[in-house]
T-cell receptor, first 109, second 114 residues
Framework: EDQVTQSPEALRLQEGESSSLNCSYT??????LFWYRQDPGKGPEFLFTLYSAGEEKEKERLKATLTKKESFLHITAPKPEDSATYLC??????????FGKGTKLTVNP | DADVTQTPRNRITKTGKRIMLECSQTKGHDRMYWYRQDPGLGLRLIYYSFDVKDINKGEISDGYSVSRQAQAKFSLSLESAIPNQTALYFC?????????????FGPGTRLTVL
């Protein structure tokens, strides 16, 4: 059974304080690992897809990396507007996405 | 901008009532999905459809049914609503191609069953 575990559940940072979110996964035949951002009461917003170990993708202050067992979302010099819940999901042979429970990030000014 | 829309955005209903949530998309995607989100449980898949003639049960389909009326429309029904179906419901779409598996989500429907 495909599984995704995200840590920490919540993270509080000061503006400019860089950190990383973790997504550990087990999947049969990884087809893709996905990161989403979700603001309260809104639908998840797609950020990145990673397909194979060693792959990295960047967007503004966010950088996602992938190994065979986990993915990291690095946030460099975060701003208050980066506050959101970040969701990780994997897609295996079944082609369905399995989501983690998310990391709630709060960036204080 | 091509989009995924959901109606209604909010709904309060009573136990035993029949409810339909609707999803429309202008992305031209073949695949559509219904999820529910509960605090502490994350997003869970209810039903999914890879094309108009294909409907599949997800992780938590009991108490729900779906209809794929067209490529662009996918409806979720609660035949007899119960309080533990109170949740945020999201529709999503994807192209389903090997290198484009990401799903795009609608804004959600907040459903409360009293």
């Amino acid at each position: 059974e495909d599984q995704v575990t995200q840590s920490p559940e919540a993270l509080r940072l000061q503006e400019g304080e860089s950190s990383s979110l973790n997504c550990s996964y087990t999947v049969s035949g990884l087809r893709g690992l996905f990161w989403y951002r979700q603001d309260p009461g809104k639908g998840p917003e797609f950020l990145f897809t990673l397909y194979s170990a060693g792959e990295e993708k960047e967007k503004e202050r966010l950088k996602a990396t992938l190994t065979k067992k986990e993915s990291f979302l690095h946030i460099t010099a975060p701003k208050p507007e980066d506050s959101a819940t970040y969701l990780c999901a994997v897609q295996g042979g079944s082609e369905k996405l399995v989501f983690g429970k998310g990391t709630k990030l709060t960036v204080n000014p | 901008d091509a989009d995924v829309t959901q109606t209604p955005r909010n709904r309060i209903t009573k136990t035993g009532k029949r409810i339909m949530l609707e999803c429309s998309q202008t992305k031209g995607h073949d695949r559509m999905y219904w999820y529910r989100q509960d605090p502490g449980l994350g997003l869970r898949l209810i039903y999914y459809s890879f094309d108009v003639k294909d409907i599949n049960k997800g992780e938590i389909s009991d108490g729900y049914s779906v209809s794929r009326q067209a490529q662009a429309k996918f409806s979720l029904s609660l035949e007899s609503a119960i309080p533990n179906q109170t949740a945020l419901y999201f529709c999503a779409t994807s192209r389903g191609l090997a290198s484009y598996n990401e799903q795009f989500f609608g804004p959600g429907t907040r459903l409360t069953v009293l």
